[in-house]
């Protein structure tokens, strides 16, 4: 897809009523919380696009996937990317998902020196047991949050929230949850108790829904599911948590963008909703 192309997109989407007239801010003010996009969304896209398509979601935080900014690259590159970013009025709050499973110093501190070259705040990450006091050693040493990911029933790490809390629970406050609320709700676990639980340890937050609750190939827009989206914004709202909500729109690789559009249009809409 080229710029043109993706400008054409949009007003198409406006035609179907996907989005909204009038954007509405990208920032829960009376919470905290940022509406933002985990950038695998647009994983089949160059980052030039990828900057453009976030422009017209009218978001200014995101977390950078490694298709938009490569771990093994020349330091330089991370400058540019952070750079690009920060041009479009985009800020890097967290890097990730990155795979850490390798118990050894350079590999782990590399993440976290990408992670401080874009400015991010904390790293969303897959790691294993055994790996988490190297992990801890590295936030200590650049005050940069461990935001470990549950994926679900096929992770044999981490399945659920829960199963991160009980791995940190005698760490250093900053290693935490990214509460992915589609795994979360696959294993059976109610998604409202579960970001309770959290409760200082949630860093970031991975916004999805699901047709069926158990059935991972489900996904869809936000608002057509069964996922409890007010409900969890408002606990949000009520915990007064600082992070960001990222979108992360798994399907229509090719075409996200009317999906993503009208899931924030949905997402903006119950925040709208609930300060009324």
């Known amino acids: 897809m080229n710029r043109r192309e993706l400008f054409q997109i949009v007003p198409a989407a406006m035609a179907a009523g996907a989005v909204p007239a009038g954007a509405a801010p990208a920032i829960d003010s ?8 985990a950038t695998y969304s647009l994983r089949g896209f160059l980052r030039p696009q990828a900057i453009e398509m976030l422009k017209v979601l009218n978001v ?3 977390s950078l996937k490694e298709f938009h900014a490569k771990i093994k690259s020349d330091p330089a590159e991370w400058a540019k990317a952070r750079k690009d970013c920060e041009a479009a009025g985009l800020q890097i709050a967290s890097v990730g998902n990155i795979s850490m499973t390798v118990d050894n110093d350079d590999e782990i501190e590399l ?3 990408y992670a401080q070259a874009l400015g991010a705040t ?6 294993t047991h055994a790996v988490l006091p190297r992990i801890e050693k590295f936030v200590k040493k650049y005050n940069i949050k461990a935001m470990i990911h549950n994926h679900g029933p096929e992770d044999k790490n981490f399945p659920s929230p829960q199963t991160v809390l009980d791995a940190v629970k005698n760490m250093d406050e ?3 949850c990214c509460i992915d609320v589609g795994h979360t709700v696959r294993t059976g676990t109610d998604v409202l108790v579960a970001i309770k639980a959290a409760g200082k ?4 937050f991975h916004m999805k829904d699901l047709r069926d609750l158990m059935v991972r190939d489900s996904q869809c827009e936000v608002g057509d599911g069964k996922i409890p989206v007010p409900g969890m914004f408002k606990l949000l709202r009520q915990m007064k948590y600082k992070g960001n909500v990222n979108l992360e729109y798994e399907i229509n690789l090719k075409d996200p963008l009317p999906g993503m ?3 924030f249009a949905y997402m903006r809409g119950v925040l709208a909703g609930l300060q009324a």
Not at 30 to 37: E, I, K, M, W
Not at 201 to 204: M, P, Q, S, T, Y
């Open 30 to 37: 009376s919470a905290g919380f940022r509406l933002g996009v």
């Open 60 to 62: 200014d935080s995101i």
């Open 111 to 113: 993440n976290f020196k």
């Open 122 to 127: 904390g790293i969303v990450m897959a790691p």
């Open 174 to 176: 900053r290693m935490g």
């Open 201 to 204: 340890r949630l860093h970031d």
């Open 261 to 263: 559009v009208k899931s």
